[in-house]
């Protein structure tokens, strides 16, 4: 799934549950020789669902990826749409 094609759908339809979801570059991290994105899903349903969702990584996607599979397992699979 292209994930990264689709995010302002993503984040509109997870912030309409109730989630903070929160995509970051972080560049200092990139001249340290890290992954600079940082995924996090947290708060609404996610509260009470074992917490905030989280991945760094150095691929956009993904992080992504794991942060919709993380919301999916806490949630159920039809929390994110395909």
């Not at 339809?13 to 972080?26: A, E, M, N, S």
């Amino acid at each position: 799934m292209n994930w990264s094609g689709r995010l302002p759908e993503l984040m509109e339809h997870l912030g309409r549950l109730g989630v903070t979801f929160i995509v970051k570059f972080d560049g200092e991290r990139l001249l340290a020789g890290g992954g600079p994105w940082t995924v996090l899903a947290s708060g609404g349903p996610l509260a009470v669902a074992d917490g905030p969702v989280r991945c760094d990584g150095r691929d956009l996607e993904r992080c992504l990826s794991t942060v919709v599979a993380g919301i999916r397992s806490r949630l159920g699979p039809d929390a994110v749409p395909q």
